[in-house]
């Protein structure tokens, strides 16, 4: 009785000899870092920066988003925090910034103090009031103008949606105008809570755009308790999404954001998701 397929020897050994590439990749998405969008912890980061970022080291997140704050950062206070963060042994890639970074003088202050910390996005944190969809490919075009001036320094800019970009403006959705009129190279930061608020499917958002979701922020909505439900205990299908994100979206890096607290404070909430964090990987 005869095999109901068969190999030849030669792709035999070409594929034994492949498995342990293919373990390894497998093992690289699982390895994707997973940071702390530090406005999750803002009453305290407002307080005491340096003792905040340790506490966040110490329960093992492995990068951190600084916010629109850092931006009245002097040179020298930005050294100081990329020695912490050496010092800690974690990351900040991408920095959460606000109109005054887009502008020509901001830019050039949002990359100094960005290098110095050894971040490589300056994120567009929000577009502000933005009127039609002309209002929105402006926005586009200003993103587009940054990254051109950031590329040559082997920087790059990027856009965090909010709920309204995923309302149709005369037919189209604001994050489809965002995305069709910007480079490849200007990253789609997709928060995932607010498109979920509204209806919209993060998967297919995902796929639709391979190579440009590099980051993430994982918040969580819950319909019945909305942001204040912790990762991991909310309506997201987080296994489903971070797979599309790691085989299609070409995530570098996970930022958790909560956005509410809840009992215990801010730290005890990212502690919270974090343990939520490793049980979904784990799984």
Same mark, same amino acid.
């Given at each position: 009785?005869?095999?109901?397929y068969?190999?030849?020897?030669?792709?035999?050994?070409?594929?034994?000899?492949?498995?342990?590439?293919?373990?390894?990749?497998?093992a690289?998405?699982?390895?994707v870092?997973?940071?702390?969008?530090?406005?999750?912890?803002?009453?305290?980061?407002?307080?005491?920066?340096?003792?905040?970022?340790?506490?966040?080291?110490?329960?093992g997140?492995?990068?951190?988003?600084?916010?629109?704050?850092y931006?009245?950062?002097?040179?020298?206070?930005?050294?100081?925090?990329?020695?912490l963060?050496?010092?800690?042994?974690?990351?900040? $890639?991408? =920095?959460?910034?606000?109109?005054?970074?887009?502008? /020509? %003088?901001? *830019?050039?202050k @949002?990359? +100094?103090?960005? !290098?110095?910390?050894?971040?490589?996005?300056?994120?567009?944190?929000?577009?502000? $009031?933005? =009127?039609?969809?002309?209002?929105?490919?402006?926005? /586009? %075009?200003? *993103?587009?103008? @940054?990254? +051109?001036?950031? !590329?040559?320094?082997?920087?790059?800019?990027?856009?965090h949606?909010?709920?309204?970009?995923? =309302?149709?403006?005369?037919g189209?959705?604001?994050?489809?105008?965002?995305?069709?009129?910007?480079?490849?190279?200007v990253?789609?930061?997709?928060?995932?809570?607010?498109?979920?608020?509204?209806?919209?499917?993060?998967?297919?958002?995902?796929?639709?755009?391979?190579?440009r979701?590099?980051?993430?922020?994982?918040?969580?909505?819950?319909?019945?308790?909305?942001?204040?439900?912790?990762?991991?205990?909310?309506d997201?299908?987080?296994?489903?999404?971070?797979?599309?994100?790691?085989?299609?979206?070409?995530?570098?890096?996970?930022?958790?954001?909560?956005?509410?607290?809840?009992?215990?404070?801010?730290?005890?909430?990212a502690?919270?998701c974090?343990?939520?964090?490793?049980?979904?990987?784990?799984?």
């Open positions: 009785m005869s095999a109901p068969s190999i030849s020897r030669r792709t035999f050994l070409a594929m034994a000899g492949a498995m342990p590439f293919a373990t390894r990749a497998f690289a998405l699982k390895d870092p997973v940071g702390l969008e530090l406005y999750s912890v803002r009453d305290e980061l407002a307080k005491d920066l340096k003792g905040t970022v340790t506490a966040v080291a110490k329960m997140y492995q990068v951190v988003e600084f916010y629109s704050p931006f009245d950062w002097t040179p020298d206070q930005a050294k100081d925090v990329r020695k963060l050496d010092d800690l042994g974690i990351q900040c $890639r991408s =920095t959460h910034n606000g109109s005054p970074s887009f502008t /020509a %003088d901001g *830019l050039q @949002a990359i +100094e103090l960005n !290098r110095i910390i050894g971040s490589k996005y300056i994120i567009m944190a929000s577009a502000g $009031r933005v =009127t039609g969809l002309d209002g929105w490919k402006t926005v /586009a %075009d200003r *993103l587009t103008a @940054a990254a +051109e001036q950031l !590329r040559p320094m082997g920087l790059a800019t990027g856009y949606n909010h709920q309204p970009e995923w =309302t149709p403006v005369d189209k959705r604001p994050m489809d105008v965002i995305a069709a009129g910007t480079p490849k190279d990253v789609l930061q997709f928060d995932v809570g607010t498109c979920l608020e509204v209806g919209a499917d993060p998967i297919a958002w995902i796929n639709a755009n391979p190579g979701i590099r980051s993430m922020h994982c918040k969580e909505w819950s319909k019945t308790n909305g942001y204040g439900a912790a990762f991991g205990e909310g997201a299908p987080w296994k489903q999404i971070l797979n599309a994100a790691e085989s299609t979206g070409g995530i570098e890096y996970y930022l958790i954001e909560q956005e509410q607290s809840g009992p215990g404070g801010q730290f005890a909430m502690q919270r974090l343990e939520n964090w490793k049980k979904l990987r784990a799984a």
